[in-house]
C-alpha cells in the first residue's frame, strides 16, 4: 500500500460511508446518494465548502448583541444568571449546526480546533467573549497554522483562560507560555523550564479588552508596550540557543510573537505534532510505529513546508491510508459522534429552528443536557488538554461505561418511538424507503440498512439472525415481502410498521453501532 497515495477511484458505498463518518458526524441517506461515483477528493472539496455559520439567536430571534448587558450597578446574581443563560444559548446553538448534515464537516473540525485550543465557558463569563473565540477557530480552521496560533494567542477569551492578560514584565505568568509549547505546538519533551520563562516574556502586555463592560459591544485585544518586558529573551539548545531581541512601540508585542511562532516551529516535532493530533482524531488513537513512518512523518514533512492546514487534511482524508478497511471500526464513537450521527442518519427528524422555535429549542435544550451526562459538553473540557480520549490513547474506551451506554440506547429510542414535547420522531416506513433498493426483500433491506448505520461487515451468520430472528420474529421471509407490498400498494401500513420500528430499535442498539 502507498500510505499517502491519493485514493483515486470512486467511491463505493462503504468508502463513502467511511469518509462520512470520520470527516463529519455520519452519513445520511441523501448524501450518501448524491456522492455516489464521486472520488474522494470531490468529496472532500465539497464538504470543505460550508458557508460561516448566522449568529446564534434567542427564541425571539434577537443575538445577544441585541440583548441588554444592564448598567454597572445590576444585582451580581441576575447578571451572572443572564451571562449562564447566554452561555447555553451558544451551546445549543452550535449543537442545532452540528445537527446539518451538510454543515458535519465544518462543525466536527471546528470541534477538533476547540478540542485542540481548549477554553471552558464557566471561565469565560463574557459571552461575547466566547462567540469571538469560535469565530477566530473558524476563521482560521482550514488556514494557516501560523496565522491561527498568533491569532488564537491573542484572542480575548484565550487571553482570559489562560491568564495572558495578566502576564505584565512585573508580574509575569507562565501559563500561556507552557500551554504553547506543551498542548499547541510541541508536546512534552521538547522545551526546557527556562523556555516557558522566555516564552512568558515574549507574550507579556498583552490585554483582553471591555470584558463584561455594560457600556460597549466592543470586544478585542490590544498589545500595551509599558506593559512589555523589553528586554532579550534567550532559549535552550532545543531551539538552538535562539535569541529573541526586546522591542518597544505598539508593534513590539506582535514582532516578537511572529518570531516566537517560528522559532517553535523550527522544531522538527512541531509538524508532527499536530499531524498525530489529526490522526487520533480521524483515523485511530493507536499509533504504530509502521504508521508513524509511513504516514505521520510524510505528512509532517510536507505540513512543514508551508504550515497549510487545509491541503494537509485533504491529503490525510484522501490517502490510500485512510481508505484501509482495517482501520473501518476502530474508534469507539464519541458521544457527538453517536448523538449527531443517529440523527443524521435518520434523515435528521429534528424539527426546523425557523418554522417550529420551540420545538428546536426544546430539543436542543435535551441534547445539550446529554452531552453533560455523557461526558462531552461543548465549550466544557474537563481541563486545559480536552477530552482524555483524545490525548490519554490508552483511554479510548471511557466514553462508554454501564451509564453512558445507557443514555444511547434511551437517545436512539426516543428517536424511532416519538419524543412530542420536541417533534422528534423517525418515519421507518419512509426512512428505509429512502435508502433502500428494495425494501420488499428483508435481506436486501437489512444488509443496506447495516451498511448505512454500521462501519464495519457483518457476517451472512449475522444477517440471517437480524432477518429471520430480530426482523421477522420466525415467520418466512416472504411474508416479509407480502407486508411490504400491502403497505407500497394499499398504504397499509400497521404491519410493516410494527415489524420495523422494534427492527429499527434494536439495531441501534447494537455494539457494533458503537463503532465508528
Do not use: C
Request: glycine share 6%.
Amino acid at each position: 500500500m502507498a500510505w499517502t497515495a491519493t485514493y483515486t477511484r470512486p467511491l463505493a458505498s462503504a468508502d463513502l460511508a467511511h469518509l462520512l463518518r470520520r470527516a463529519s458526524f455520519g452519513p445520511s441517506p441523501a448524501q450518501l446518494k448524491a456522492n455516489k461515483g464521486r472520488t474522494a477528493t470531490e468529496i472532500f472539496d465539497l464538504l470543505a465548502k460550508a458557508p460561516a455559520p448566522p449568529l446564534p439567536t434567542d427564541s425571539d430571534g434577537k443575538t445577544f448583541h441585541d440583548l441588554g448587558w444592564g448598567a454597572p450597578e445590576t444585582e451580581q446574581q441576575k447578571r451572572n444568571q443572564l451571562d449562564n443563560q447566554r452561555r447555553a444559548q451558544v451551546k445549543k446553538w452550535w449543537l442545532g449546526l452540528m445537527l446539518d448534515p451538510s454543515r458535519g464537516f465544518a462543525e466536527k473540525l471546528t470541534l477538533f480546533w476547540q478540542n485542540h485550543f481548549v477554553i471552558e465557558s464557566d471561565t469565560i463569563q463574557d459571552v461575547r467573549f466566547l462567540h469571538r473565540y469560535l469565530e477566530t477557530i473558524r476563521r482560521n480552521a482550514l488556514g494557516n497554522f501560523r496565522t491561527f496560533v498568533i491569532d488564537i494567542t491573542k484572542d480575548p477569551a484565550m487571553l482570559r483562560y489562560l491568564n495572558g492578560t495578566e502576564n505584565t514584565k512585573e508580574k509575569p505568568n507562565e501559563n500561556y507560555g507552557r500551554e504553547l509549547m506543551e498542548l499547541f505546538t510541541l508536546g512534552r519533551g521538547y522545551y526546557t523550564e527556562s523556555d516557558v520563562v522566555e516564552a512568558a516574556r515574549v507574550l507579556t502586555g498583552w490585554q483582553a479588552i471591555n470584558y463584561r463592560n455594560a457600556f460597549t459591544e466592543v470586544i478585542s485585544s490590544r498589545f500595551n508596550p509599558n506593559l512589555h518586558d523589553q528586554e532579550k529573551k534567550v532559549f535552550s539548545e532545543n531551539f538552538q540557543d535562539t535569541t529573541i531581541e526586546g522591542r518597544s512601540g505598539d508593534q513590539g508585542g506582535a514582532l516578537e510573537l511572529g518570531e516566537l511562532v517560528d522559532m517553535l516551529f523550527t522544531h522538527p516535532e512541531s509538524a508532527r505534532f499536530l499531524v498525530r493530533k489529526l490522526y487520533r482524531w480521524y483515523f485511530t488513537g493507536e499509533i504504530s510505529d509502521e504508521v508513524e513512518k509511513n504516514f505521520i512523518e510524510p505528512m509532517a514533512v510536507s505540513f512543514r513546508k508551508d504550515r497549510e492546514i487545509k491541503p494537509l487534511i485533504r491529503r490525510m482524508l484522501t490517502s490510500d491510508h485512510f481508505f484501509d478497511p482495517a482501520l473501518r471500526g476502530g474508534q469507539l464513537r464519541s458521544p457527538l459522534d453517536f448523538i449527531m450521527g443517529s440523527f443524521i442518519a435518520l434523515e435528521n427528524p429534528a424539527p426546523s429552528h425557523e418554522k417550529e422555535r420551540g420545538k428546536y429549542d426544546a430539543l436542543t435544550n435535551n441534547l445539550l443536557n446529554r452531552t453533560r451526562l455523557m461526558e462531552m459538553e461543548v465549550l466544557e473540557q474537563p481541563t486545559v488538554f480536552g477530552w482524555r480520549p483524545y490525548y490519554d490513547t490508552g483511554y479510548y474506551k471511557i466514553w462508554i461505561s454501564g451509564t453512558t451506554l445507557g443514555l444511547r440506547g434511551d437517545l436512539t429510542d426516543v428517536l424511532v418511538k416519538g419524543a412530542r414535547q420536541f417533534g422528534v420522531q423517525v418515519d421507518t416506513l419512509s426512512w428505509v424507503t429512502s435508502f433502500g433498493s428494495n425494501p420488499g426483500d428483508p435481506m436486501v433491506l437489512v444488509r443496506e440498512m447495516w451498511g448505512l448505520l454500521m462501519a464495519v461487515e457483518p457476517t451472512q451468520a449475522q444477517l440471517d439472525n437480524l432477518v429471520d430472528d430480530a426482523l421477522l420474529d420466525g415467520i418466512p421471509r416472504y411474508e416479509w415481502t407480502e407486508i411490504w407490498n400491502k403497505y407500497k400498494d394499499k398504504g397499509l401500513e400497521d404491519d410493516a410498521r410494527n415489524r420495523l420500528n422494534p427492527f429499527v430499535t434494536y439495531m441501534l442498539r447494537l455494539a457494533e453501532y458503537q463503532l465508528n
